[in-house]
């Protein structure tokens, strides 16, 4: 009898092999050719799943992406202080530690190569506008708990908010001897404690 392939299965392998290469050696030597080795099928077999490294990229992210989502909301405990919680909202977004430093190396190629392909555009429009949604959220705790003055305008903050976190995670990844993890900690707690009206605040 014909070996029965379950091809989903055989999907996230490829994408696990491919991380295993990204974090040994660099995204630049997750080709076709390397990934397909890693997994254990021949190039061509692997393009009976993805076509090009762009189709390849494209399914590694979401799978990650999803699995890191999944593995944060197992582990993440939100305080019930608004102030701490707007904080541990922030640093799940921000490259705390070496696998979320893997995953940003990952996403600023998928960001490059999106200029130039319509797929990996709208997949690359769909992640910064959750960005913008969870930083939206932030800022909505801190609005309901009456931490933010009247006056805010909380669609621009949210743009400033999202733009520290990118911000960050850049210098993270270009000066990781200046940009350690408490002083991302550091810098975002001052951010939050900003936008702050009033004592409370300090609870962070």
């Known amino acids: 009898m014909p070996k029965i392939v379950d091809h989903e299965q055989q999907r996230?392998?490829?994408a696990e092999s491919a991380w295993?290469?990204?974090?040994?050696?660099g995204i630049e030597h997750a080709s076709i050719r390397a990934v397909a080795a890693a997994a254990g099928l021949s190039p061509g077999a692997l393009r009976h799943y993805f076509s090009t490294q762009d189709e390849l990229l494209l399914f590694i992210v979401d799978y990650y992406l999803t699995r890191g989502v999944d593995r944060a909301a197992e582990g993440l405990v939100i305080s019930h202080i608004p102030i701490k919680a707007a904080k541990e909202v922030v640093l799940q977004l921000l490259p705390m530690d070496a696998e979320k430093r893997t995953a940003v190396g990952v996403w600023w190629i998928f960001a490059i190569?999106?200029?130039r392909s319509e797929a990996l555009q709208t997949k690359k429009d769909e992640l910064t506008?959750?960005?913008?949604?969870?930083t939206k959220a932030v800022l909505e705790i801190l609005a309901q708990a009456q931490l933010l003055p009247a006056a805010v305008d909380i669609q621009l903050e949210t743009l400033r908010l999202a733009?520290?976190?990118?911000?960050?995670t850049i210098m993270a990844m270009l000066r990781p001897e200046?940009?350690?993890?408490?002083t991302i900690e550091q810098i975002v707690t001052l951010h939050i404690r900003e936008?702050?009206?009033?004592g409370t605040a300090t609870d962070g």
């Open 12 to 14: 996230k392998r490829i």
């Open 20 to 25: 295993s290469i990204i974090e040994e050696k």
């Open 113 to 115: 190569r999106s200029l």
């Open 129 to 134: 506008d959750g960005l913008h949604y969870l």
């Open 163 to 168: 733009a520290l976190i990118e911000g960050l």
């Open 178 to 182: 200046l940009y350690a993890s408490e």
């Open 195 to 198: 936008l702050c009206s009033h």
